[in-house]
């Protein structure tokens, strides 16, 4: 029987990356949909929820690594561990340059900030991220 602390855990994380890819999705549709404006406001808004989201699922994913994680993860299991780690750690490099683009273009209040690729490819790039979640749970 699974720990009740180890189910809250791994709600935690499942709702964390529900707002992040949910609404990594919702800011590239509006980005292509509305105005620059409109797409602006909601991508600064959305920046600050997307950030907590990571925040949470990075201390979640290490409690679930702990509880499910081999002692020491090798074979398929840890190739997929390492690709999902080094699939993060690109999505948080990534992440970092769309917040900053958000920023400068809030500063600048320009029209053409690239919003609607940035957030096409965060979305990729999670969906990816949970691909490889769905490997590492399931084997």
Sequence with gaps: M???????????????????????????????????TTALVVAGRYEGAFWGALGV??????????????????????????AKLGLVLAVLVGSAVRTATVVAARD??????PLERAYALTAVALVA??????????G
């Design 108 to 113: 600048r209040d320009a029209a053409a900030a």
């Design 57 to 82: 699922l990075a201390m979640t994913g290490v409690g679930n690594l702990g509880a499910l994680a081999p002692a020491i993860p090798r074979g398929p299991w840890g190739a997929a561990l390492v």
């Design 2 to 36: 699974v720990p009740l602390s180890h189910l809250l855990v791994r709600w935690l994380h499942l709702l964390a990356m529900a707002v992040a890819l949910g609404g990594t999705a919702l800011a590239w549709w509006v980005s292509r949909t509305a105005d620059a």
């Design 129 to 138: 991220v949970v691909g490889l979640a769905e490997v590492l749970a399931h």
